[in-house]
């Protein structure tokens, strides 16, 4: 990437102050941030317009997909699920960073290069997430620390981003951080904190690696390396439970009823109260004419089933 020239404006006192310093650029100067600016907005407005929210299997259609289903091939999720948000107070601080951070970043890099970025942090984090905790989560902000982390650290580089990177710009993302690590550690509110820091290190990695060091011949490789390995989850995780549940059924749905029965085996190792293990292990059973065995995992996935639904419905009657 090569170093811009620009004649820097005043330094702002604040991020706020950013958006009346600069000219207003033409819409295709920055029309990747205009189209995930309004992505955001759009998909909002549809989710708070449905009737009723129950899980995040209602969100599939909105762009959110959930972990089994990502390791079952659909792993776009990974991208999209980052323009899914359904709390106002989600939503509207990471609209403001991503049009501050996003329109500078894309001005000063071009749209080519910035949507690579984009796809690429928006993936990378969304894959941490997963590997961390089964889910890609949703939102922004872990794209947004990746864009505060590569302009943060080429800031001596691009004269048009030193006015954004100001101390309250710092200041709010390093708070930020540290809330959100909080919060969660205290079980008072479910952050995405592999995100941010996933998102973060990518973004100063990529800055180091092709804007700031000299020469590029290993810091290059390196950060592919890093960032391919920071991937493998979305293929392989057998630490996971979720991805253990997800190559049961892909190889029971393509018919490797042996590995099928291998991998059941292994979750009802790790969860034996899985109804739906014992379910598709029955299946597996049946099959392969074991029905012996076919009819006691149906029993113990329907005696599973019926002691959730008596824990539901006692739940429901103490509200």
Not at 26 to 42: H, K, M, N, S, Y
Not at 227 to 252: C, G, K, R
Request: net charge negative.
């Amino acid at each position: 990437m090569e170093k811009e020239a620009y004649t820097e404006p005043a330094l702002a006192s604040s991020a706020v102050e950013v958006l009346a310093q600069y000219p207003a650029w033409p819409w295709w100067r920055t029309w990747v941030t205009t189209a995930f600016f309004l992505a955001c907005v759009v998909i909002f407005v549809g989710i708070n317009l449905q009737e009723k929210i129950e899980s995040g299997d209602d969100l599939y259609g909105f762009g959110y997909v959930p972990g089994t289903w990502i390791w079952g091939g659909e792993w776009w999720g990974t991208f999209t699920s980052v323009f899914v948000h359904y709390d106002l107070l989600h939503l509207v601080p990471n609209l403001y960073w991503l049009w501050v951070l996003g329109r500078s970043m894309e001005a000063a890099l071009g749209s080519v290069r910035f949507l690579v970025f984009f796809a690429v942090a928006a993936m990378l984090t969304s894959t941490v997430t997963l590997a961390m905790s089964d889910d890609t989560g949703i939102g922004i902000s872990g794209v947004l620390f990746a864009l505060f982390g590569f302009m943060w650290r080429a800031r001596g580089s691009y004269a048009r981003f030193q006015p954004v990177m100001v101390r309250d710009t710092v200041l709010t993302f390093i708070v930020w951080v540290v809330v959100c690590l909080v919060l969660d550690e205290a079980d008072l509110l479910e952050t995405e904190n592999s995100a941010h820091v996933s998102g973060l290190l990518l973004g100063m990695a990529v800055a180091e690696g092709l804007v700031v060091r000299r020469p590029r011949i290993i810091l290059v490789p390196a950060l592919t390396v890093g960032v391919v390995l920071a991937l493998v989850p979305l293929w392989w995780a057998p630490w996971s439970l979720s991805w253990q549940v997800a190559m049961a059924a892909n190889a029971t749905n393509d018919g490797r009823l042996e590995e099928g029965l291998s991998r059941l085996n292994h979750v009802l190792e790790r969860d034996p109260q899985n109804a739906w293990a014992y379910q598709e292990r029955g299946w597996v059973y049946e099959q392969m004419e074991e029905f012996d065995l076919a009819e006691q995992d149906f029993a113990k996935a329907a005696e599973l089933e019926q002691a959730a639904q008596a824990e539901t419905e006692k739940l429901a009657e103490a509200e």
